[in-house]
């Protein structure tokens, strides 16, 4: 989960490797009304011209398959609609509103509804729902003719993911209002695609440092783009208590008051949070909350004393250190608490999962640390939810509904024999708070240096001996905070790397990072028009001029 070793947080980058301030996001209404200045490509990485006309397509997450028609394009346009069929129901119509205001229309303009004896206009962008079982629930079917694009799903989740992967396949200056009065174009062909994952995760410690809610919906909006689905939120540690526990109200009142450092920390309240969480269903993100214990938990313990088994309330913890803090795990008091704490989360979370952390317990017996799982697990499931836990669990006595994350070496092996599911976080490949060399000046490097083609070249089926894929839940990239304060710390450490996780993710063929760097070095444009602060990797040949003036697929 975190570091090894305490760290020191760092204020601010360099402004060598700084590329934007942070702008809006994916959500249209955030978009940029200017397009910025044109950045040059690194010396060491610049395209050449032979390798932007062996570009096919620039889509990422890499689709199952890609079938374009040289020459030939569907034109959008003022007279573009957007069409559903009357029968869709709300999801569906939600999905093609969103759709609308990516093309410019109002706010709130509704889709064209066609019934079932109606014949589907020309100039339109059809999305219809079907059945295909080689589809799954979120895979879809995207058709470009001149006449029409259909995008074809078994699930209202498929429909969304086809719109992310046609929005790649225009121009980038769709990004911008000016793009409204433009003529833009989707190459035709076909795209046919389904994830290999069910989990494909992002994880953000707002426990260190605190995130307002505008960033964690940023945030949202980029991991949606590129068809993340699950967002784990580091909700407690030795730092910091982020959310409103109304049972418990000192939590925030006393613990919600520090973070590393010197800043003033901040907490979500059980009402932000409940919006936060129908803010990222919209987007086919589902919020996983997590209450780390019985380590990582110093600021509960100092928010009521009757947590200690000393009845003394420890200081406010601003510090980096790990594993000095220990709920009292022999007192009915903390499984009162523990069980107040996942009825109240619970209840704003309509996903079946509660992360319990569980890592880096230093202070407590084997066989101690074993019944305090044990005990916690049941508290979950009497409360209706599924628990997920740091590798470190898997010596407990798990039912095979709970989830092991694994980040080192673990026992995630004996949970898979007893019929478990594993999410891989392997730190050394998906931790993004790893520098990217030693010359990164935010993060640490406990792990490793992780430069992006470490985040890519992995194969999850065989990252664990003894965790076959079929046993493999999916993937995350945990970003811990220590040395992050403010959210362009976040998108620098985050970014390009998640966008290789997400591909890890969801492409189910054969993965080559030569394809896969040459498509990123062409996204490097849109994550500029979406205001994204990202780290100019010189592995990757970013595409040089204006993010506003160049498509990232040349049919």
């Not at 928010?303 to 007192?331: H, Q, W």
């Not at 993710?505 to 080559?512: E, K, L, V, Y």
Request: proline share 7%; net charge neutral; charged share 20%.
């Amino acid at each position: 989960m975190t570091s090894r070793s305490s760290a020191t947080p760092f204020i601010a980058l360099c402004a060598t490797v700084m590329l934007a301030a942070c702008g809006g996001g994916t959500s249209p209404a955030t978009r940029p009304t200017t397009a910025p200045a044109p950045v040059a490509a690194m010396p060491n990485a610049a395209t050449t011209a032979p390798a932007r006309a062996n570009l096919a397509h620039a889509i990422i997450p890499l689709p199952t398959s890609v079938t374009l028609v040289p020459g030939s394009a569907f034109v959008v346009d003022s007279t573009t609609t957007v069409v559903v069929a009357a029968s869709a129901g709300a999801e569906v119509e939600r999905i093609a509103a969103q759709l609308l205001e990516l093309l410019g229309r109002p706010a709130a303009t509704p889709p064209t509804r066609l019934a079932a004896a109606d014949t589907i206009p020309t100039h339109a962008i059809y999305l219809r729902l079907g059945n295909d079982t080689a589809l799954g629930d979120e895979g879809y079917r995207l058709d470009v003719t001149p006449a029409l694009v259909t995008i074809t799903a078994n699930r209202p989740a498929g429909l969304f993911y086809g719109t992310q992967t046609m929005r790649q396949m225009l121009p980038v200056s769709i990004e911008y209002p000016a793009a409204f009065n433009r003529v833009l174009r989707i190459p035709a062909g076909v795209v046919i695609d389904a994830p290999r994952f069910a989990w494909r995760g992002s994880m953000l410690d707002v426990a260190r440092h605190f995130l307002p809610l505008e960033d964690v919906r940023r945030h949202i909006d980029r991991m949606a783009f590129y068809k993340l689905n699950r967002l784990h939120l580091h909700l407690a540690d030795d730092q910091g208590w982020r959310i409103e526990i109304k049972s418990w109200p000192k939590l925030t009142q006393i613990g919600g008051s520090s973070q590393v450092g010197n800043g003033a920390g901040g907490f979500y309240t059980q009402e932000q949070f409940a919006e936060l969480v129908r803010y990222a269903a919209e987007r086919y993100v589902t919020i996983v909350p997590e209450i780390d214990m019985p380590s990582h938990i110093n600021a509960a313990l100092a928010s009521y004393p009757s947590l200690n088994c000393d009845g003394v309330a420890p200081p406010l913890y601003r510090g980096t250190e790990v594993g000095f803090s220990l709920i009292c795990v022999k007192s009915d008091t903390t499984y009162r608490f523990i069980t107040d704490i996942v009825r109240e989360i619970g209840a704003l979370t309509p996903s079946p999962w509660f992360h319990v952390g569980g890592d880096e317990v230093k202070k407590l017996t084997h066989d101690d640390y074993r019944a305090f799982i044990d005990r916690v697990q049941g508290i979950v499931r009497s409360q209706g939810k599924q628990m997920v836990g740091w590798g470190e669990i898997a010596v407990a006595a798990l039912d095979p509904s709970t989830v092991v994350q694994s980040w080192i070496p673990d026992s995630s092996a004996l949970h898979v024999a007893r019929g478990g599911k594993v999410i891989l976080s392997p730190a050394t490949r998906s931790y993004l708070d790893m520098k990217y060399d030693s010359a990164t000046l935010l993060g640490l490097r406990w792990a490793a240096l992780i430069e992006v083609r470490d985040s890519y070249d992995w194969d999850p089926a065989t990252q664990i001996t003894g965790v076959p894929e079929r046993s493999v839940l999916g993937v995350e990239a945990p970003l811990w905070s220590e040395t992050l304060v403010k959210a362009e710390d976040f998108e620098f450490m985050a970014f390009p790397r998640l966008l290789a996780i997400a591909e890890v993710g969801w492409s189910r063929g054969p993965r080559d990072f030569e394809s896969f760097r040459q498509r990123l070095g062409a996204q490097g444009q849109r994550l500029t028009a979406l205001g994204v602060n990202f780290y100019r990797s010189p592995q990757i040949p970013w595409w040089e001029g204006s993010a506003g003036s160049a498509s990232t697929l040349l049919p």
